[in-house]
């Protein structure tokens, strides 16, 4: 079992900065790939990027690749979304899951485990 936290949403303009956290429980962190996805108001929930258990290995939405950075700490149980160049499509929450094949996938239904969500808005 792994329970995730994630933090640090919020509101910006367009062109600015916000990065999300997600702090996980458990001792296992390290054997999980986690994954970071998003849903706006009427849409379906999309992915946005991955990172596989070692850290070694990343995946990213094309709609996100360049502007969004994911990474982990395996120490601290934490995985972080670094997302510079917002824009006010990126108006969504965003949730963190875990993969417990410790890949970087991009569907959402190979995620066993999900936090609750964080907003994140941008205005233009």
């Known amino acids: 079992q792994v329970q995730l936290v994630e933090s640090g949403g919020g509101l910006v303009q367009a062109g600015g900065s916000l990065r999300l956290s997600c702090a996980a429980s458990?001792?296992?962190?390290?054997?999980?790939?986690m994954g970071w996805f998003r849903q706006a108001p009427g849409k379906e929930r999309e992915f946005v990027a991955a990172i596989s258990a070692s850290g070694g290995s990343t995946n990213y939405a094309d709609s996100v690749k360049g502007r969004f950075t994911i990474s982990r700490d395996n120490a601290k149980n934490t995985v972080s979304l670094q997302m510079n160049s917002l824009k006010p499509e990126d108006t969504a929450v965003y949730y963190c899951a875990a993969d417990s094949t410790g890949l970087p996938r991009y569907r959402s239904y190979n995620y066993a485990y999900w936090g609750q969500g964080t907003q994140v808005t941008v205005s233009s």
């Open positions: 458990g001792r296992t962190f390290s054997y999980y790939g």
